[in-house]
């Protein structure tokens, strides 16, 4: 079955960076499309970042364009989110979300909890 | 402010049929396909209803999907306890070249 398994959230200074990965089984990842959503505590879902089945396409939403970087090792099975100049409104969970291209996504992880905090 | 626009909140007791409106414009919902999510607390959101209208495997039919223009509507038939929950609408914008998502829609099953 298709599971996607978020990690590297935790606790992280504003300013600072972090890297979350998301390793990806079940299903043939380089046929697909990856999302990153994320949630703020008690808010909705906001759409952070998507790319393309072999990374060719890449789009970010505006609040994290310039910050955030979205990239995959297909070999590996797993997509990337390094987020760098972290800030307070960053705090979130973060949803790592298969394709496919031009959707909303199907299946999702669990989340990786980012807390940017002095 | 989400992109799309979702009543905050719906109610229903029992056995009822529900409606969740979902708002959008010509860059998303009019021109591409309408997701649901169902969120139950404390997890993360779990695909409803894809391409406007497909129920995923073991989404029992009871829920449906429908379009119309620029919005689109989830209906809950005989509703039970256990639909409580946040509800989502998303599409994708061709102006962001991403998905966009409704605000959500909190369910109370009186």
């Known amino acids: 079955q298709v599971q996607l398994v978020e990690s590297g959230g935790g606790v992280v200074q504003p300013g600072r960076s972090l890297r979350l990965s998301c390793a990806a089984s079940g299903f043939i990842f380089r046929s697909y499309a990856m999302y990153w959503v994320r949630q703020a505590p008690g808010k909705g879902l906001e759409w952070v970042a998507v790319i393309s089945h072999d990374g060719s396409k890449k789009y970010y939403g505006d609040s994290v364009k310039g910050r955030i970087t979205i990239s995959r090792d297909n070999s590996k099975n797993t997509v990337y989110l390094q987020m760098n100049s972290l800030r307070s409104e960053d705090t979130s969970v973060y949803y790592c979300?298969?394709?496919?291209?031009?959707?909303?996504?199907?299946?999702w992880g669990q989340g990786a909890l980012v807390t940017v905090s002095s | 402010q989400s992109v799309l626009t979702q009543p905050p909140s719906a109610s229903g007791t029992p056995g009822q049929r529900v409606t969740i409106s979902c708002s959008g414009g010509s860059s998303n919902i009019e021109i591409n396909f309408v997701y649901w999510y169902q969120q139950l607390p404390g997890t993360a959101p779990k695909l409803l209803i894809y391409?406007?209208?497909q129920r995923p495997s073991g989404v029992p039919d009871r829920f449906s999907g429908s379009k119309s223009g620029t919005s689109a509507s989830l209906a809950i038939s005989g509703l039970r306890s256990e639909d409580e929950a946040d509800y989502y609408c998303?599409?994708?914008?061709?102006?962001?070249?991403?998905?966009?998502f409704g605000g959500g829609t909190k369910l109370t099953v009186l």
């Open positions: 391409r406007n209208n």
């Open positions: 979300v298969r394709g496919p291209w031009g959707s909303a996504g199907d299946h």
């Open positions: 998303a599409a994708w914008d061709d102006n962001l070249s991403g998905p966009v």
